[in-house]
């Protein structure tokens, strides 16, 4: 298969996708990184038209550990993975959109992490999309990032990158 007839599969979020090697993970497709470090879910919805305008069969969305660093009120952070979700269902209606958790940063985020995840859980099938849960696979006990996918408690290195892809890897099969 050569390129031009490859699936297009669209990763989109702030750096910690940005910095994934999805296109080694899934070498039958083209993947396209649309991921920008220290983007916020406001930042996001500003580009969304980028992705829309790549014409995606699948979006993979990681988005809204940035909006903690800023104080963005959970409500709001929410809110606007709502707003991503609902426009990229209502431009791309045919694609397979999958709405991943924010995944687990430094301890002390973890409750307001988890309040968003939990209520992303729940909105996902009004899209409807689907939802991955990256947290069993990437969370230590204290709801931190496991000390062997980070050297700074929010970026992964490759065997993080590797633990979040085979939880991610289900939803992406056909």
């Known amino acids: ?16 996708t ?5 296109q080694a993970l ?3 497709q083209h993947v396209i990184n649309f991921g920008v470090g220290g983007n916020t879910t406001h930042d996001l919805l500003d580009r969304i038209d980028e992705v829309v305008a790549a014409a995606p069969s ?3 969305v990681e988005i809204g550990t940035n909006d903690f660093a800023w104080r963005i009120p959970l ?26 958790s924010i995944l687990p940063r430094q301890p002390e985020y973890a409750h307001i992490v988890r309040s968003v995840n939990e209520h992303l859980e ?3 099938p009004t899209v ?14 204290n709801g931190g990032l496991k000390a062997e996918f980070t050297t700074d408690g929010l970026h992964l290195t490759d065997a993080g990158y590797a633990a979040w892809f085979e939880a991610l890897r289900p939803a992406l099969a056909d």
Do not use: H
């Open 18 to 22: 940005e910095d994934g090697d999805w």
């Open 26 to 28: 899934l070498p039958d």
């Open 58 to 60: 699948t979006v993979v």
């Open 128 to 141: 409807p999309c689907s939802y991955v849960d990256l947290w069993p696979a990437l969370a230590d006990e």
């Open 75 to 100: 409500e709001e952070v929410a809110s606007g993975i709502e707003e991503i979700l609902r426009t990229l269902r209502e431009k791309l209606p045919e694609a397979r959109i999958v709405m991943q």
């Open 122 to 124: 729940r909105f996902v």
């Open 1 to 16: 298969m050569n390129m031009t007839e490859a699936t297009v599969t669209a990763f989109v979020g702030d750096s910690l």
